[in-house]
């Protein structure tokens, strides 16, 4: 493991992924430039893993981006050092009835995983401006918000990209098309996938109405 310090995003990589782990850095730096604008934002500590330090630390499965947050003990944004290939297989299967219907996406299923980071970065904002409130779908739609909203004032070249995903998304079939399900959590990747869609252009919706 190699610790890099930072004042806003210090970061820990396993061997071997110190370029993307500085990659990612700069891409989170960016949103957090564009969020500052409203109240300051505290460290948020990124760990970009490969899969046996990620399995010494975390008992969330490996590949997916997750955050850990909390007032009291830090916040920390997990990514893997790279996507397992199963995982990429599953997103490109689920996919495929949303394909069919809404055409092809700007990119690959690991350019979405990475993309979203900024999401799982705008979870952390959240917590630290006090915003979590323990209603599912509220704090996810809240996070879409201001991931969206950081977006498009600092990388307005990846807002369109990550508008169009989230379309794609919004045309898969969910097996509960209701906010009450989510509460229950969603069962299957499809019915996540689907509410990170329809989250991302109600959020998209009000940033473009600013």
Known sequence: MQALPHPYIP?????????????????LLALRGALTRHAE???????????ADWKARVKHPYGFPFQ???????????????????????LRETLVPAIKR?????????????LNLGHEY????????????????????MANYLYLLALHKALPELYPKARQW???????T???PSLGSYERKPKTLSDQ????????LEAARLVEEK
């Open 11 to 27: 970061l820990q990589a396993s061997e071997g992924s110190v370029l993307r782990a500085r990659a990612i850095q700069e891409y």
């Open 122 to 141: 705008a979870h952390a904002v959240a917590v630290a401006w006090k915003l979590r409130t323990r209603v599912r779908w509220i704090d996810e739609f």
């Open 174 to 176: 969910p097996s509960e």
């Open 102 to 114: 809404a055409g092809k996406p700007s990119g690959q299923p690991s350019d979405f995983l990475d």
């Open 41 to 51: 934002v505290p460290p948020v500590h990124l760990m970009v893993l490969g899969e």
């Open 193 to 200: 996938l689907w509410f990170q869609g329809q989250f991302t």
């Open 166 to 172: 989230g379309l794609l998304l919004a045309h898969l």
């Open 68 to 90: 850990r947050t909390s007032l009291r003990e830090g916040l920390y944004l997990f990514l893997p050092a790279r996507y397992p290939e199963r995982l990429i297989w599953r």
